[in-house]
């Protein structure tokens, strides 16, 4: 569906804005969504973790923290 196609893109635009290190906050509003708790619920729905999970596992942060 259009609905369904627009939240895997808002999506994906939020998985690399917060492995770019921006907040769970910043990255619903950038991608589209007034509300955090819908924005949280949708991203779980898609990638199988919470948004906080998945910044802790992707972000800058923990790429470096990999490396040493």
Do not use: Q
């Not at 906050?25 to 924005?39: R, V």
């Not at 949708?42 to 942060?61: D, E, H, N, Q, Y």
């Amino acid at each position: 569906t259009l609905h369904g196609d627009l939240n895997e893109c808002r999506v994906e635009h939020a998985r690399g804005l917060l492995e770019g290190g921006a907040t769970v906050i910043e990255a619903a509003h950038e991608c589209g969504y007034n509300d955090a708790g819908y924005f949280c619920r949708v991203f779980k729905r898609l990638t199988g973790m919470s948004p906080r999970t998945w910044k802790a596992r992707k972000g800058p942060r923990a790429v470096g923290e990999r490396g040493g």
